[in-house]
């Protein structure tokens, strides 16, 4: 089979089109032959070995961390899934490898696509839903009737975490460009804010819960809008000691990440401001409730109207990068 992998780390690294082998599954697991894959900045971020401290792959590695496909093969411990099952997900960090036409993958990881989506639409939900469940049930640990503000939440991320955040009874705040107003209140946004003419600095104050799509030039400004004991998570600015402790992170690591992080947390702690920064675990049940808020809600994911194969693996990466897209870029692979 072909499958696009990284040989080297590099500041410019790029996928070389390998012939390897389909892989052959465990009890456990099912084969999957990968029809849709899509383009996220983490794969940057792997591929310029950024997250070595986090996860460093033995090369040549496989690339892609997000999918949709049909099942082809059932291993014989698994129960809930059969042959031809159309299915997506978020393929587990230590087991990426979605730039390729197959791949084995555990069935507690992947999920039935959402009734209302096509593979290619359902490619686009895994990473930014399931970002949005863990941090606002697992890490922030919200509370109905309170609020939420997301800056730059009118992206791919806020068209997932927006219902996810209505659905657990929260009132979303969102600011984004003037083009994306309509569109992101219409997924249930509660108040907009134009970035263009607007500084939601200025403007808002005593925010229970952030989340930051931004990094660290927005870091202040994301500070000053939250009471004290509010909760800050960061999809972006970088892990702290907290992180390196929940993810029990090996003792020498945990000393990399708490230096890293000291910067953002001593500026939290003197506003008596929790922050907290993630890294999204793949997970299929949460998968299956993605799926419920998906099709209760209607939500259809933004996907980029330029086609790409996984010969232009390398083309599509770049162009994600670009700030042109109009969506998630989405490789064609089978």
Known sequence: ??????????????????????????????????????????????????????????????????????????????????????????????????????IAVKASEIALIPKTLKLKEAVAAPLTGLTAIQGMIEILKVKSGRTILIPGGSGSFGQMAIPV?????????????????????????????????ENYWELLSNIDYLIDTRGPSEFEHELSVLQQGGKMLSLITGPNKKFALTNKIPFWKRILFSAAGKKYDKQAAEKNIEYNFIFVKS??????ELSKIIDDNHIVPAIDPTVFTLDQVNEAIAYGKSGKTQGKVVITVQ
Do not use: C
Not at 57 to 79: A, D, R, W
Not at 283 to 288: A, V
């Open 283 to 288: 997970d299929g049940q949460q998968l299956n």
């Open 1 to 102: 089979m072909k499958a696009a992998q990284l040989k080297k780390y590099e500041k410019n690294f790029k996928l070389q089109i390998n012939e390897i082998n389909i892989p052959e599954i465990n009890d456990d697991e099912v084969l999957v032959a990968i029809k849709y894959s899509a383009v996220n900045p983490l794969d940057s971020l792997i591929g310029t070995g950024n997250i070595k401290l986090i996860q460093n792959y033995k090369l040549p590695q496989t690339m892609g961390n997000e999918i949709s496909g049909v099942i082809k093969k059932v291993g014989k411990n698994v129960s809930q899934f059969k042959l031809e099952d159309e299915i997506y997900g978020r393929l587990p960090l230590n087991n990426i490898g979605g730039f390729a036409e197959y």
């Open 165 to 197: 955040a209505k659905s657990l009874g929260l009132k979303v705040i969102v600011t984004g460009s003037p083009e994306a107003k309509e569109r992101t209140l219409k997924a249930g946004a509660d108040q907009y804010l134009n970035f263009k003419t």
